[in-house]
């Protein structure tokens, strides 16, 4: 009998006076029972309308049935059918506006909590080593291994294609690695997944920046048949305003790379963590909230989230919202910074903002912010974090010939195929989309391996 209570079965996680303390995850995760419960929600719908929200296309009612009966092995074997990361699509895709949004049991009540439910299955599983077909004789390279990378390789091994990856880090990962704080994604669950494409006979070159060691003429000059781009957009965006230079002030991106990738939360670390009593970040996406999370985290102090518009706007995920607001992070809305303020050490001392009020929608869809005249204000703080955006990395477009870019500098492909200007080399993820979700790039990498399975055999 299908379980017709109205909300989700609650997720267990960290108490927020615990976690804020701490990195290790916040939510902690189903335990069985839980798990059982929670699959009893799912109808099984004919015409599997959470399908598709899904950018991978996971048969989501057939992995659910046989966690009715308590079977994570059969239901993590479905999944990796069509998604080669199910550990980390259960704790960072935005189920919420996706699968989820398309459940039938959210018209009444909560939907099922797939994502929860495809965590379970991964870390619950007696692992399998997965394997790949024949070999085919085809060679492919995958240049970066963040989501979209990972899933192009795992897509082009398990159809007997020889995939070597390019890795610009010391450590694979991408932004899965540098970007998402280990209180979310666990470094060991993504290296596990990392681990699972190795199994399958997938080889990764790390130190390896592509434009500068190596370029895709002389990938094709080792004997590689086609190349896929995934290397994500993570060149930072600043806010264009006076103190930007001071000593104090971050992007996202290098505050959030120092912590994950480089550990510097840790005492011996060698990369150490800023130190500081009061920050602001600028934002209101996900990185702004790893962000300030991060932030208070590492030094207990005030963290404040500035955001220009207001928190209906928050494009951040509800859940990290709440979790950052059940932390003790204060959020300013409605609220841009005007100047950085610095003293005659050349370190932040303040940052003066003023009030703002939405007017007609920009282009975006979104009301603009408009500022209140006289209404500026100064927020105290040592330490600035911009978390406004990122853009891909003007290297290949500087270094790689035949290949077209629009005017943010992103690769233009085709989206149907992943294809781009030039034959053989195809591209997806944030360097064609700009940044977007962890699971969209996934998308991205499965379309581009399928055409490029294609573009081999026809060759």
């Not at 991964?122 to 085809?138: E, I, Y």
């Amino acid at each position: 009998m299908p379980n017709m209570q109205l909300n989700k079965t609650p997720m267990p996680e960290q108490s927020p006076d615990t976690r804020n303390t701490n990195f290790t995850e916040v939510a902690l995760g189903y335990t069985a029972e839980q798990a059982k419960s929670e699959a009893e929600r799912c109808l099984g719908c004919k015409h599997k309308p959470c399908v598709k929200g899904c950018p991978v296309g996971v048969d989501i009612p057939a992995f659910i049935t046989p966690l009715k009966s308590g079977d994570a092995d059969t239901a993590l074997e479905i999944l990796r059918r069509t998604n080669a990361l199910p550990a980390i699509c259960g704790r960072v895709c935005p189920q919420e506006t996706q699968c989820e949004e398309l459940c039938v049991r959210g018209l009444k009540g909560e939907p099922v909590a797939i994502g929860r439910l495809e965590r379970y299955a991964a870390d619950s599983a007696v692992p399998k080593a997965l394997s790949g077909a024949a070999p085919t004789g085809h060679r492919a390279a995958v240049i970066g291994t963040g989501p979209a990378g990972l899933t192009c390789a795992g897509v082009l091994a398990a159809a007997g294609v020889e995939v070597t990856m390019f890795e610009a880090f010391h450590t694979p990962g991408g932004v899965l690695i540098y970007g998402i704080p280990e209180f979310r994604l666990p470094k060991a669950v993504a290296g596990r997944e990392i681990e699972s494409l190795k199994d399958m006979g997938v080889k990764i070159e790390t130190n390896m920046v592509v434009g500068r060691v190596l370029s895709i003429d002389d990938l094709f000059a080792r004997g590689f048949g086609a190349v896929f781009i995934g290397v994500g957009a993570g060149l930072p965006t600043f806010m264009k305003v006076p103190g930007e230079s001071l000593i104090g002030v971050y992007s996202a991106n290098e505050f959030l790379t120092r912590i994950n990738l480089m550990k510097a939360y840790e005492p011996d670390a060698e990369t150490p963590a800023p130190v500081f009593k009061n920050a602001a970040v600028v934002g209101g996406g996900n990185v702004a909230m790893d962000a300030a999370r991060c932030a208070k985290r590492l030094s207990g102090g005030n963290v404040t989230v500035v955001y220009r518009r207001g928190e209906a706007e928050l494009p951040a995920r509800k859940e990290e919202i709440h979790h950052a607001m059940e932390e003790g992070i204060v959020f300013k809305f409605l609220t841009a910074p005007v100047e950085i303020l610095g003293g005659d050490d050349f370190r932040v001392s303040g940052m003066v903002c003023e009030e703002m009020e939405l007017g007609e929608p920009d282009a975006s869809g979104r009301r603009r912010p408009v500022p209140k005249p006289g209404s500026r204000f100064t927020v105290e703080c040592d330490c600035v974090i911009s978390a406004i955006g990122t853009s891909p990395n003007p290297l290949l477009r500087q270094t790689e010939r035949g290949l077209e870019f629009d005017r943010w500098g992103c690769v233009v492909t085709n989206p149907d195929t992943g294809e781009t200007s030039r034959p053989g080399v195809y591209a997806g993820g944030d360097i064609s989309t700009g940044a977007a979700t962890v699971i969209k790039a996934m998308g991205a990498g499965k379309i581009a391996a399928e055409s490029m399975i294609a573009y081999l055999a026809g060759k």
